[in-house]
Nanobody
């Protein structure tokens, strides 16, 4: 099991930036593929970004490509989501997720691909 705690959410105006952090504890963070998802009220949980164990592979949802960047720091057991050029439609609860995998270049882009989730952090973008 991996315990995940997100932080960095808040309220920002459209066009602004936020950086989310997710600190992991428990199972070895460096052995986990990591991802970010979001869920707006009344909508299904949506894939945002993912990064492989090695950090060499990343994937992004179409709606955030070119604006969001995922990264990881294994020394700090932390995965980040840098969000730039925020839009009102980015408003949601953002969740960090982890999946233990032997594959160093695997990225997971679906909810079912992860078995450890944080409690989420709210991001509100006002226009």
């Amino acid at each position: 099991q991996v315990q995940l705690v997100e932080s960095g959410g808040g309220s920002v105006q459209a066009g602004g930036s936020l950086r989310l952090s997710c600190v992991a504890s428990g199972r070895t963070f460096s052995l986990c593929a990591m991802g970010w998802f979001r869920q707006a009220p009344g909508k299904e949980r949506e894939f945002v970004a993912a990064i492989s164990r090695s950090g060499s592979q990343t994937s992004y949802g179409d709606s955030v490509k070119g604006r969001f960047t995922i990264s990881r720091d294994d020394g700090k057991n932390t995965v980040y989501l840098q969000m730039n050029s925020l839009k009102s439609e980015d408003t949601a609860v953002y969740y960090c997720a982890a999946h233990w995998t032997p594959g160093t270049t695997i990225v997971k882009t679906t909810v079912n691909g992860y078995d450890n989730w944080g409690q989420g952090t709210q991001v509100t973008v006002s226009s």
